[in-house]
């Protein structure tokens, strides 16, 4: 059987935009990207977004309708994908669409006194799959954390089933690290046994500061960063964050990561603790590469190479940064194994859609510590 075309997209925590991919895929799961398109985000439609990471006024009005713009934003990455590809509609089996994230709570607020219900929680992206399909023309697969909160688990990462079958080598530990905005690792035991969790942050707080301090979005492979020293003080108040120091499964967010949480930091610090902006962004980077490479020296022992992808692999500095902080292992970017960096996790949701309609399990309990691996995503025909 010939394989089949489905399409992924994805935007992430960093808030630049949508990244698409148009997949084949064979009936054994195997996956091939022929295209790849980007849509940004305009800057007022990114800071409704990070404006959505906290309650405000009206909230439930305005997320619905950037809901409805996240599905249009879709809606371009899949036009132009079947332009390049010069394909139809009809000749895609189906797109998975992640959403975007606002919320991210899992396993908090909701459990009786008694004990009989555990905590569930939530977790939030905001899309509206239904206009998706409408504009599309394509069977949507959407909602794909919910499922795994519901049965007692993280509900991220989702991906680390996805890096086994890309970049796992029989025989081989191999750790794969996905930088985003929160950054996520994959341990690919060489018995072919899987973890994932969250490390905590990845570009979010680089790009925020370096958004207050120069007006561009991000720091351009981490150029502003190298330029800066380290704040020895600044680095040891971060790494004092709770979160850094629990075992997996554990997943975060911008509910944790966010400026407050920065600047609550930075207001503990001496008031003669001299720094300049650059410096602030190159130990945040340190803090990044630091948090990162600790757990793959916990938990990865053994492991050969670290491959990067996220939008975190094409920042030079923070890569040096990694390389010098788990000597011995190699660290390269996913396009050395095949894979760019910005394509990884748009393709990782076309394999989860492909994986929803033929209704198998995509999940894993070593990853989210849910009750069992369960099919994820919801189905909006087109």
């Known amino acids: 059987m010939a394989p089949a075309f489905f399409i992924g997209l994805m935007s992430g925590t960093s808030l630049d935009g949508v990244d698409g991919v148009m997949a084949q895929i064979d009936n054994t799961g195997r996956l091939r990207v022929i295209a790849h398109a980007f849509v940004a985000f305009?800057?007022?439609?990114?800071?409704?977004?990070?404006?959505?990471?906290?309650?405000?006024?009206?909230?439930?009005?305005?997320?619905?309708?950037?809901?409805?713009?996240?599905?249009?934003?879709?809606?371009?990455?899949?036009?132009?994908?079947?332009?390049?590809?010069?394909?139809?509609?009809?000749?895609?089996?189906?797109?998975?669409?992640?959403?975007?994230?606002?919320?991210?709570?899992?396993?908090?607020?909701?459990?009786?006194a008694e004990g009989l219900y555990p905590a569930v929680g939530y977790t939030l992206q905001l899309i509206n799959p239904a206009l998706l399909a409408e504009l599309t023309g394509i069977d949507v697969v959407a909602d794909f954390r919910s499922r795994d909160l519901a049965a007692g688990g993280q509900g991220a990462p989702l991906v680390p089933a996805f890096h086994q079958g890309v970049f796992g080598q029989p025989g081989a530990c191999v750790a794969v690290l996905n930088i985003g905005g929160i950054s996520n690792l994959s341990v690919l035991s060489a018995d072919g046994g899987v973890q994932g969790w969250d490390c905590g942050p990845g570009n979010a707080l680089m790009d925020f500061w370096c958004a207050r301090h120069t007006g561009q979005a991000f720091d351009r492979a981490g150029a502003w960063a190298a330029q800066g020293q380290i704040n020895p003080p600044l680095l040891a108040q971060l790494m004092t964050e709770e979160f850094l120091q629990r075992l997996p499964p554990k997943s975060t967010g911008r509910d944790l990561f966010n400026p407050a949480w920065l600047e609550h930091h930075m207001?503990?610090?001496?008031?003669?603790?001299?720094?300049?902006?650059?410096?602030?962004?190159?130990?945040?980077?340190?803090?990044?590469?630091?948090?990162?490479?600790?757990?793959?020296?916990?938990?990865?022992?053994?492991?050969?190479?670290?491959?990067?992808?996220?939008?975190?692999?094409?920042?030079?500095?923070?890569?040096?940064?990694?390389?010098?902080?788990?000597?011995?292992?190699?660290?390269?970017?996913?396009?050395?194994?095949?894979?760019?960096?910005?394509?990884?996790?748009?393709?990782?949701?076309?394999?989860?859609?492909?994986?929803?309609?033929?209704?198998?399990?995509?999940?894993?309990?070593?990853?989210?510590?849910?009750?069992?691996?369960?099919?994820?995503?919801?189905?909006?025909?087109?």
């Open 42 to 112: 305009q800057a007022s439609f990114r800071d409704e977004l990070l404006q959505l990471n906290q309650s405000g006024p009206d909230e439930l009005h305005r997320s619905a309708l950037a809901g409805n713009a996240i599905a249009r934003h879709y809606a371009q990455v899949v036009q132009a994908l079947l332009q390049d590809t010069d394909l139809a509609p009809e000749n895609v089996v189906a797109l998975g669409a992640h959403g975007q994230t606002v919320r991210h709570r899992p396993l908090e607020f909701d459990s009786d």
């Open 267 to 382: 207001a503990t610090l001496a008031k003669d603790s001299a720094h300049t902006p650059q410096d602030v962004q190159a130990t945040l980077a340190e803090f990044t590469a630091l948090t990162c490479a600790s757990d793959v020296l916990r938990h990865a022992e053994g492991a050969a190479s670290l491959v990067v992808c996220g939008g975190g692999a094409l920042n030079t500095h923070l890569m040096a940064r990694l390389a010098h902080h788990v000597p011995g292992v190699q660290v390269v970017s996913s396009a050395d194994r095949g894979l760019p960096p910005l394509q990884v996790e748009a393709a990782a949701f076309a394999w989860l859609a492909f994986k929803n309609l033929k209704r198998e399990t995509a999940s894993l309990q070593s990853v989210t510590g849910a009750r069992g691996a369960r099919v994820l995503g919801a189905v909006y025909p087109r």
